[in-house]
C-alpha cells in the first residue's frame, strides 16, 4: 500500500506561481511513475504531468507545457509540481497519483491522494 499526501495549494493571482509536493509513505514508490490530475468544478479530471520512476519520461499536458514542471526525489519519497504563470483556468482540486504503469489515464492509477486545492484569482 502506498499512501499519498499533497501539500501546498492555496490562492495565488494570475501570474503567479505555487508549488505542490506530494509525500508518499507505506512502501517506496521508486519503482513507481508519479504525477498530478486535477478537476475543476463541472468539468471532467484531467491529467497534468506524469514522471516515469527514473525522471527519464515525463509528460505534460499541452495546456500547462512550459508552465509546469514535475520533479521527484525518490530517496525521499516526494513528487513536486512547480507551477509557474498560473492562470484562472488552472484553478482546481490536485491530485497527487502513483503507481506502476507510466500512463496518462486517470484508471491506470490505483494510488491517489486525498487532493488539495488551487485558486487562481485576483
Known amino acids: 500500500q502506498v499512501q499519498l499526501v499533497e501539500s501546498g495549494g492555496g490562492l495565488v493571482q494570475p501570474g503567479g506561481s505555487l508549488r505542490l509536493s506530494c509525500a508518499a509513505s507505506g512502501r517506496t514508490f521508486s519503482n513507481y511513475a508519479t504525477g498530478w490530475f486535477r478537476q475543476a468544478p463541472g468539468k471532467e479530471r484531467e491529467v497534468v504531468a506524469i514522471?516515469?520512476?527514473?525522471?527519464?519520461?515525463?509528460y505534460y499536458a499541452d495546456s500547462v507545457k512550459g508552465r509546469f514542471t514535475i520533479s521527484r526525489d525518490n530517496a525521499k519519497n516526494t513528487v513536486t509540481l512547480q507551477m509557474n504563470i498560473l492562470k484562472p483556468e488552472d484553478t482546481a482540486v490536485y491530485y497527487c497519483?502513483?503507481?506502476?504503469?507510466?500512463?496518462?489515464?486517470?484508471?491506470?492509477?490505483?494510488?491517489w491522494g486525498q487532493g488539495t486545492q488551487v485558486t487562481v484569482s485576483s
Open positions: 497519483v502513483a503507481d506502476t504503469l507510466f500512463s496518462t489515464l486517470g484508471t491506470d492509477y490505483g494510488y
Open positions: 514522471s516515469s520512476w527514473r525522471s527519464d519520461r515525463k
